[in-house]
């Protein structure tokens, strides 16, 4: 007879309160396990004060996702205080960047805003390093960075369906989204990268469907 294969332990839905060091310390927690499901406090802004985490790429105001994480959110904002000190929202680490992570963020209903990368760093609200990115439902809006004001891509997957990307800024290029290397993917009727300064997207042709 073969031997029966084990079940891979599912990770159990956590709920966040609406607060900044609850949020900080679920994340936290859900790295430490391997993973998450992360159940946000409906229609909650989570307003970042001050990093909590560091890479180096600068600050960033919630600690790196290195593990798989979904963040379930209705209504949610998650942005950086406008009175704190320059940092990017969130970055994911994956191992093509960071030996060692498997960041994945799966996040569904919120909004990134109010991210400033430190420069001469890049990405303001959503940096991706080596990790994959799905925004479903959401909106990346009011970031800046040298590059990438508020998403950049290095050596991982970004989708967005149904997400705009919109009032972001750039001191270079790719106001909206700036690629280095890796993928981005744009679907839904609703997913319009428009409004950025001073452009887009960039390198020019980087995101299929961006102009």
């Known amino acids: 007879m073969g031997l029966a294969m084990a079940p891979t332990p599912a990770h159990a839905q956590t709920s966040v309160l609406c607060s900044e060091s609850a949020l900080v310390n679920e994340i936290t927690a859900a790295n430490a396990a391997g993973g998450g ?12 004060t001050s ?10 105001g919630l600690p790196p996702i290195t593990t798989p994480i979904t963040l379930t959110g209705l209504g949610n904002i998650i942005e950086r205080d406008p009175g704190a000190p320059p940092f990017r929202v969130l970055q994911v680490e994956g191992s093509a960047n960071v030996p060692g992570t498997k960041g994945q963020l799966d996040a569904v209903g919120i909004t990134v ?10 990405g303001g609200g959503i940096s ?18 040298v590059a990438g004001g508020g998403l950049y891509n290095d050596n991982g997957i970004i989708t967005l369906s149904e997400t705009p990307v919109t009032g972001n800024s750039a001191m270079s290029s790719g106001g909206g ?8 993917l744009l679907s839904g009727f609703t997913t319009k990268v428009s409004g950025n300064i001073p452009d887009n997207c960039a390198p020019s042709g980087s995101v299929g469907g961006c102009t």
Not at 51 to 60: E, L, R
Not at 128 to 145: I, P
Not at 178 to 184: A, L, T
């Open 37 to 48: 499901t992360l159940a946000l406090f409906p229609f909650c802004t989570y307003r970042i």
């Open 51 to 60: 990093a909590h985490g560091t890479s180096p790429m600068g600050p960033v």
């Open 113 to 122: 805003r109010g991210g400033s990368a430190v420069f001469p760093y890049p």
């Open 128 to 145: 991706n390093l080596g990790g994959t990115v799905a925004l479903r439902l959401s909106s990346v809006t009011g970031n800046t960075a």
């Open 177 to 184: 989204i700036y690629v280095n290397s890796g993928g981005v």
